[in-house]
């Protein structure tokens, strides 16, 4: 089946340690996207990718960074300069850039602080 | 002025009721309108699509967009137990290389 996976569900992170999100998707899309979701916050665009090899800062950039080196593969690592990561972090993605396109989102990696 | 607005809720309903969700905006440009139904920690899934002004009915729900006034809405006819879940409005323009904008999403309850 064709979709967006994303690993681990539950993920731990203990102070100073940087962590990596792994989103992987069989959809054949070009653009790439990772949103955090607090409650009662919505969701929050950190990082987006339109091309392999290529990618923009959202909103919420600092304390995390991305690389799209496989047009699959968008992992997201949470550094230990981001101060409050606990929330609830979606990966989506969509067949292109264009702004009409539909977009589809993974399960989702709950990252708590220890 | 945020640039969607969405009331939290939650939202109580009993099982059979017709639930009225809504979103205002600010920004003109937006073109494009969607509705993602989220239950608890999962991922949204698409429910409604909706192209500039107008309704558009699927089952139990019809999402109705009012350009003029800023203004878009979900129904969800003869409630069930299983809509209950944070419904989000999402938009865009068509500005190349924007992403979407989503509102903070309104919880919904229904009771058997």
């Known amino acids: 089946d064709g979709g967006i996976t994303q690993s681990p569900k539950y993920l731990f992170r203990k102070e100073g340690q940087n962590v990596t999100l792994s989103c992987e998707q069989n959809?054949?899309?070009?653009?790439m996207y990772w949103y955090r979701q607090d409650p009662g916050q919505g969701l929050r665009l950190i990082y987006y990718s339109q091309i392999v090899n290529d990618f923009q800062k959202g909103d919420i950039a600092e304390g995390y960074s991305v690389s799209r080196e496989k047009k699959e593969s968008f992992p997201l690592t949470v550094t230990s300069a981001q101060k409050n990561p606990t929330a609830f972090y979606l990966c989506?993605?969509?067949?292109?850039?264009?702004?009409?396109?539909?977009?589809?989102f993974g399960s989702g990696t709950q990252l708590s602080v220890l | 002025q945020k640039e969607v607005e969405q009331d939290p809720g939650p939202l109580s309903v009993p099982e059979g009721a017709i639930v009225s969700l809504n979103c205002t905006y600010s920004?003109?440009?937006?073109?494009?309108f969607m509705w993602y139904r989220q239950y608890s920690r999962k991922g949204p899934e698409l429910l409604m699509y909706t192209y500039s002004s107008g309704n558009k009915e699927d089952g139990r729900f019809t999402a109705q967009v009012d350009k003029s006034s800023k203004y878009i809405s979900l129904f969800i006819r003869d409630s069930q137990p299983s809509d209950s879940a944070t419904y989000l409005c999402?938009?865009?323009?068509?500005?190349?290389?924007?992403?979407?904008?989503f509102g903070k999403g309104t919880t919904l309850s229904v009771s058997s």
């Open positions: 920004n003109s440009a937006f073109q494009y």
């Open positions: 999402a938009m865009s323009s068509n500005q190349a290389g924007t992403a979407l904008i």
């Open positions: 989506a993605s969509r067949p292109g850039h264009a702004t009409n396109e539909k977009l589809f």
């Open positions: 959809l054949n899309h070009d653009a």
